[in-house]
Structures are given as C-alpha cells and as structure tokens.
C-alpha cells in the first residue's frame, strides 16, 4: 500500500512535472493502475487485507476448528477457552506461537460457531488468615466409554489460590466429609476458618443473620479437626468468590477435553497431578508462585489429628433369598449360604463391606442411584452346583463370562460334550472353584493344559494346579554331567486313567 509521501509524489510529479502514467510507473515501481488509482482521488491511508496470512499458526487452524466443533456437544461448562486450547497445542503438538495469536483466532472461531467466549473474575486482595472455601460442582466424565454425570468437590486456600479438586459420584455427607479430610492431608493442615455455602451436610438450620444450626455429625466431624465454621448468606455465593471461580476453572482446564477411565479413582489421580501442577502458576498481581505463597501461609495452619476422622458408617441389613442385602434400595451379594441372616454392612464412600458378626463376608465397590445389583459370582457357585439348570441365565456370572479365555469355554464343552450338560455343568463349577485358591489366570492356563492333553475332569486339572505348585517349592535341581534331569511328567497318561474309571 502508499504512504502519504509517495501519494504526494506521484501526484506533484504528474501536475507540476507534467510526467505521464508510464514514466511514473518506472521511477516508483508501482502499477499502472495505482498510479491512475492515486491521480484519480484523495489518499486513503491502508485498507485492511481481506485474509490474514497465519505462518505459525494456520497449520493447527483445523485443530483447533475441530476442538471447538466438538465443544458444541460438550457440556457448556465444560468447553475449551483460549487458554485450554493454547495449552494443550504446546504439551501436544509443540506449537511455538504465542497466546495472543491462539486467543484471536479462537475468539473469531466462537464468534463463527455461536460459542460464548467471553470470561470475567472479580479481582480479590486476600491475606495469609488462613482460610479456605468450599464448593461443589458438576461435570461429565467417560467411565468405561460413557459419559456419566459426577461431582467437583473443590477447596480452594483464599490466600494461596492452592486448589484442592476431586470427583464423587453424589454430593452426600460421606462425600463431603471424605473431600475434607483428604483436603487437609493435601494441604498439609488445617485451615482455621472453613467458609462454605448453606449445604445440607452441614447445616440443619438457616438462623437469622449469620446464626446456623449445623447437623450434629456435622458438629462432631468439625470437632475432630477443630476449625470454625463460616457460611454465606443464603443466594450470595460471591461471599466465597475464589472457590465459586474454581468449580469453572477446574471444569475448563482439568476436565477438558472430557476426562476418560475405567473408574473415578483413576481420573482422580490426574486430577491431584493437576493439583500440583497448578503449583508452579503465578496469579496476576502476586508476588511468588501458587506453590510458595502456601508455604508462606503453612504456619496458620493447624496440625493434622494423628488419625483421620472415622468417616464410616454401619447400618443392619437382611440377607434376601437372593443372598443380596439391601444398602440405600440397591442390592450386593454375600455368599448364599448366608440367605435370610440377619448381617451388618459397613458403608464408606466407595465401598460397602457386609460382616456376619467379626466376619467380613464380602466387599463390594459402592454404588449410587436406585435398583443397582452388585453381584459376586463367587458367591453363587455352591448353590449353582446344586442348580445346574441355571448356570445358563445365571446373573451373578453375566459380567464374569465376559473374562474368561478361550480355554474355559472349550473346557465347559468339552465336559458337556462327554458327561452331559448337567453333569458336565457341575464338573465345570468345579473347576471355577478352584480359582478360589489359584486365581483365574493360573485356572485358565492349567484348562488349556488339559484339553492339550485330552483331560475331562475338574480331577485332572486339580492335579495340574497342584504339580505345578508342588513344583515351584522344590529346589530346582543340579544340571551338571554327574546329575541326569529327569524329564518332565507326561499327564496324557491322566486321560487314560479316567477312561477306565
């Protein structure tokens, strides 16, 4: 494009020089045309270009279309900012570019797909009093390829910004009561003041002004780490700002794009590898990292309890004719033997472990919502033996069929095949027990073993489990040309035997 001096130029050279389009043409390396362009009318300055070239960053343009197209099926709190998507081009892909390019060209993406890209924070100026606050959130994770509604427990220290993040599948007292207790073992101590909304795991109550009335094992659970309690008047959740601001940071930059595991415990590591990662971060206007104001603000904290609170709880239960007990109106299994007892279970927030007297009979992950069942199938065996016509449709073995190799399919046939299904059904429960004491693995190897060898019996897969053990405690013997090593046993001469019994 022109700058003024050379409009001034062109033109002075063709009124008062009298030059033509040509001449000027070569004297100042511009076209013909702008040269006409500039004789006909007034200087306009630059006009915009209409396609801005991008040489660092046009080679991740799809990339990053991508991302924010998938965002538009992603739940709204949970899609990528400018900051998110900056990030994981330099951890993912080694971008060189800077932030201010990413933010522009994701900004006018958003525009163009009808995306909200705007943010807003209230800037706050906290001092090391040691507090913290306190909130939930929601958030979708992939367990097991799907997408499942779950929990944030999030503690924030209002001095440090140090988050504290956490998945649960419910926000019940337990819950809460465990993000606590890991909380302060994350921090290091406890903080002296709590500041939470009115929630009802801890507040029974809403008084006049600030006065609550706390729910009693709330009241014992406070005791036990020994802070005070501070809740926000009702609908201002800005009373507790940082916290309220971590639920959304947490939902962009640690649950973006959508976290994916077999269970929560295992999105959870990551989300306490974020944790401490965040460390490292400096806030704007603060002087340190994350990392070292908390050390700072570590000596208001108060020490750890030396054991952490008993956050369990036992409640009676009935086994059914099931042999299930029945735990917040879903079931779990205990071995059937145990059918119409009266029994306990012992309930945490992941588990629920059912006891007969000191006993413990089983010990099942913990499940939330209504009509779950929670099935052992090895607590079904026995009864099964008994009841061979329903092995087929049996429940407690529809996920645990699921893992079994092909050798203990081709074992089950072959049994059928030469004793007949029910009997053949029975000898096969047979072997199932004895992963009891085996393991599957170990069980699976020794099936293949035997049907290598023609063998058809629970009988002769039991000796092979016990040779091999009996094999591993003998002292391996000496190899040398004075000792002869006596080769190993044929058991095809097993299958002999149990064609003549």
Known sequence: MLKVDQYEYIRTAHRVYGKNVSEIARETGHSRNTVKKVLRGEFTGYSPRKTQPSPVLGPYHEIINQWLEEDIESPKKQRHTAKRIYTRLVSEYGFTGSETTVRHHVASVKRSLGLKSSEAFVPLEPSPRGEAEVDWGSATVLLGGEAVRVKIFCMR???????????????????????????FLYYGGVFPVMVFDNLTAAVGKVLLGKERKEQESFVRFRSWYTFESRFCSPGRGNEKGGVEGLVGFARRNFLVPLPRGENLESINDR????????????????????????????????????????????????????????????????????????????????????????KRLAVHG??????????????????????????????PLSEWKKTWSGSLNSLLERFQERQGENR???????????????????????????????????????????????????????????????????VSVYSVLEAGQ
Request: with cysteine; net charge neutral; hydrophobic share 35%.
């Open 366 to 395: 913990r499940k939330y919502g209504n009509n779950h069942w929670v099935l052992e199938a090895d607590h079904y065996l026995e009864l099964l033996r008994e009841r061979p016509g329903a092995f087929r449709d049996a429940r």
């Open 157 to 183: 220290s209002k001095y440090s910004g140090n988050p504290f993040v956490r998945l649960y599948p419910c926000e019940r007292q337990q819950a809460f009561f465990d993000g606590l207790s890991r909380g």
């Open 271 to 358: 989300l306490l590898e974020e944790c401490i990662a965040y460390g490292s971060h400096r806030i704007t206007g603060r002087e340190g990292t994350v990392r070292e104001l908390h050390d700072a603000e570590k000596r208001n904290l108060i020490p750890l309890p030396r054991h952490p609170y008993g956050n369990e709880q036992t409640v009676p239960v009935k086994a059914d004719k099931y042999a299930t007990v029945m735990v917040d109106k879903n079931r779990y299994s205990v071995p059937a033997s145990y059918a119409g007892r009266p029994l306990r279970a012992l309930l945490t927030v992941d588990e629920v472990a059912v006891f007969s007297g000191e």
């Open 424 to 490: 053949g059904i029975k000898e096969f429960i047979d072997v199932l027990l004895l992963t009891r004491n085996y393991g599957q693995k170990r069980v699976e190897a020794a099936a293949l073993r035997a049907l290598e060898n023609g063998l058809g019996s629970a009988a002769g897969i039991r000796h092979l489990l016990e040779s091999a053990e009996r094999q591993e405690e003998t002292t391996r013997p000496l190899e040398s040309e004075r000792w002869t090593v006596l080769p190993a046993a044929d």
